[in-house]
């Protein structure tokens, strides 16, 4: 099956976490936003505001498969793993990586919300002191707790990957996780990393996978920027 | 079989959204950490710490059934859903609840961060100009968006429920951020409520069914409070 992808064209964002899993894969997709022509966007808005929708999408990114349309990032990982062999096939180990994966969603907010704390319509310039203190936070007591608990995870399952004996989305995502830390705080990232070894080493692994080398280095790899849910601003990363 | 449901014994909080579900479908469940004795928290934190646990939860609420143990609220409707008879049975039925529910549990953490923007780990009076410009932004741009999303599903499912033909799970979500709101911004939410009468009206038909009629006026629906997600501050209510 052709797989329509949707998110914004600019940014990774949320969207990155598909399309890596799309890509390591080696999925037949299309990533209808990007498409030459500038028609993507607006075959995306269509899609959301379609009045006799049955299942309209709240946000991207969102998935067509067929007929079915699913959106939320979790969700459509769900979907997508035991069609990609990137996630168990039983009930149990279905729900265990979709329950990583939406602990890997909180992170992604909390990550966000360092820079833009007060309202994702102001500037960072206008909530800069309570976009400080929140990363102070942030590194003081979440990273700790969240990479910390994703390395025991990986401890626990012998190291090599986060769930059962194979690669599987979650492994995906929390490469993004580490590599988004590292464009964003690169110094607290630095002094941070050793504390999660095993987590780096999957980061090390899924970077030498043969597809997902060879789309970090193409043009379908957005890069990082000002926008999105990874940013640097000097003054956050002390 | 009786489920074993675990959370913070003291607030509603995350953990609101499966005791209704529990409790409209007359399931057979313990709330493990509000039985009498004390025992209930350190019985929680134990199951969390378990450094032979297969799957581990991060935080609560999680559920234990059978031998299954599985974290994250959307997550655990997701897997009740169907055997409480509180969601559709086939696959993309099932999807389109919990692709709700997730963006229930979005608004969640939008509505818990209007009084706690900078940082869960200080005061409400320690971050009050941040709260009231994100509580200022959350009633301007979020409410209308995401009260409204949910609004035209519920009218594009013809009014009554909004998935299926019947209640499900994401009816009774709606109903608790209804009930939430209403506390949490009584002046902000009653000036808005005439903007999504589908939604007030589901509000209306949840509260008088009779299970859930009965558990709101038992000791097990604990009150809502200055603790967990919906707090009032007269200052935010403008």
Redesign the interface.
């Known amino acids: 099956m052709r797989y329509e992808f949707y998110y914004w064209p600019g940014i990774q964002g949320r969207g990155e976490f598909i399309r890596l899993a799309l890509e390591a894969a080696g999925a037949d997709y299309v990533d209808v936003a990007r498409r030459p022509g500038n028609r993507g966007v607006p075959a995306m808005m269509k899609l959301m505001e379609d009045?006799?929708?049955?299942?309209?999408?709240?946000a991207p990114p969102f998935l067509k498969a067929g007929k079915?349309v699913?959106?939320?990032t979790?969700?459509i990982l769900f979907?997508l793993g035991p069609r990609l062999n990137l996630a168990p096939r039983d009930e149990?180990g279905r729900?265990?990586a979709?329950?990583l994966q939406?602990?890997i969603a909180?992170l992604v907010?909390q990550i966000h919300?360092t820079h833009h704390?007060?309202?994702?319509?102001?500037y960072f310039e206008e909530?800069r002191p309570?976009a400080r203190?929140?990363t102070q936070?942030f590194w003081r007591?979440r990273v700790p707790k969240?990479l910390g608990?994703f390395e025991?995870?990986l401890k626990?399952n012998g190291g090599k990957y986060s769930v059962g004996r194979r690669l599987s989305y979650v492994d995906l995502s929390l490469f993004q996780i580490v590599e988004g830390l590292r464009y964003a705080f690169p110094k607290r990232m630095k002094r941070f990393e050793k504390k999660v070894p095993q987590l780096i080493a999957l980061h090390g692994r899924v970077a030498k996978r043969p597809r997902i080398k060879a789309y970090l280095s193409s043009k379908r790899r957005i890069p990082f920027s000002q926008w999105g849910i990874y940013r640097y601003f000097k003054e956050l990363d002390a």
Chains 1, 2 share one sequence.
């Open positions: 009045k006799r929708a049955a299942h309209p999408p709240y079915l699913i959106a939320q979790a969700e979907y149990a729900l265990w979709h329950q939406l602990t909180d907010t919300d704390p007060v309202s994702g319509w102001l909530q309570a203190r929140r936070d007591y969240m608990y025991r995870v626990q």
